[in-house]
């Protein structure tokens, strides 16, 4: 998965290039009209629909650039708990959870495989017969009663579920309607977590016994506290500069990241078949127009940043290298700096590249306290 993603310390996130990254889509069954049932969503080699608007050639404003050096920032302790630590391997130990036969009655929170066959005054309806169906009881997939009638059926069991499609259904001709779904139990599996020991650490990590394991965990959670920690110092100290400059962001410029923005999600959206509006609610949960209207204020944000971080990067003589962006590349998982440069463009990768180096000479040169 390769994602590049230019990060504005205010607090605001600007729309990058993303492969692969995205929700999948999603379509509904006959059986499941409450809920969605993901289905897989084929990534085409389409070509882009729409153009972007080369940044490099927009005039983003005016600044007259104030203090930006001595500013004063809290940084808040850092510490992990045991119970973290905890949290933390349980979310490990629940990752590699396996769906294991049991010989009982279904329970809430088992996988049932079933045969099932919907009929509506005697014939069987369209879109309600299904073979080998595997179904999480309690995840809502299908229409009200119909996972719970499942429940302490056992492996063999045949059941006749007399159910209603809700008023509200889609389809005209079941809605409100009764009918029968004749259901067989093919198997009943249970999620089983693997226990925390040694066997479990040396087949899923690259270490040899728990308490290396622990240890790394701590480690690792603690490093990500820091840098979260290091990440709000910096937001914190731009904000203090941007209150000291006088930022005027020039109006074409916000319009064209606004723009750059709905191109890239409207191109996103065509690999999988799908229009803008659609893809932004499937990806984001937004509605089109509060999406848009999220995406123009922080386009704004981003003009004004990148306005006060230039202006600075100017003044103290921050540049890009070549070495720079290797070292990008290879943290976002690119082959190299030509397939990232194209993925993303030639200007993102640089204005990410110089919008750290001068917040790191931010951090580097106020006055931290703990």
Known sequence: MRKFLNVCMCGLVAAAIMTGCSKKPVAETTAA????????????????????VDLSK?????????????????RGAVEVTDEEVQQAIQSDLAAHEKDAEVDRAVQSGDVVNIDFVGKKDGAAF?????????????????????????????????????????????????????????????????????????????ENTKF?????????????????????????????????????????????AIDANVENVVARYTNQAATYGMDFASFITAFT????????????????GIVKQRLVLNAIAEKEGITVSDDDRK???????????????????????????????VLDFLKENAKITE
């Open 58 to 74: 927009v005039d983003n404003g005016t600044i007259k650039l104030g203090n930006y050096k001595g500013i004063e920032a809290k």
């Open 285 to 300: 949960g937004m509605k089109e127009e509060d999406f848009r209207n999220t995406v123009k204020t922080q386009a704004e």
């Open 126 to 202: 369209d879109g309600g017969t299904a073979q080998g169906y595997d179904l999480t009881i309690g995840a809502n997939q299908f229409i009200p009663g119909f996972e719970e009638g499942i429940i302490g059926a056992k492996k063999g069991d045949k059941l006749s579920l007399d159910l209603t499609f809700p008023q509200e259904y889609n389809n005209k001709d079941l809605a409100g309607k009764p009918v029968v779904f004749e259901v067989t139990v093919n198997t009943i599996k249970e999620k089983q977590t693997p226990e925390l020991n040694d066997a479990f650490v040396q």
């Open 208 to 252: 040899k016994t728990v308490d290396e394991y622990k240890e790394d965990k701590k480690t690792t959670l603690l490093q990500n506290k820091n840098d979260q920690a290091d990440q709000t110092v910096k937001s914190d100290i731009y904000d203090a500069v941007l209150a000291n400059s006088t930022v005027e962001a020039n109006q074409e």
């Open 327 to 357: 070292d990008v590349a290879v943290k976002m998982g690119y082959e190299d700096v030509d397939s990232m440069i194209k993925a993303a463009g030639q200007y993102e990768v640089d204005d990410y590249i110089i919008s750290n180096k």
């Open 33 to 52: 009209p409450e809920t969605t049932v993901a289905t897989e969503a084929t990534e085409s080699s389409a070509q882009e629909t729409a153009p972007t």
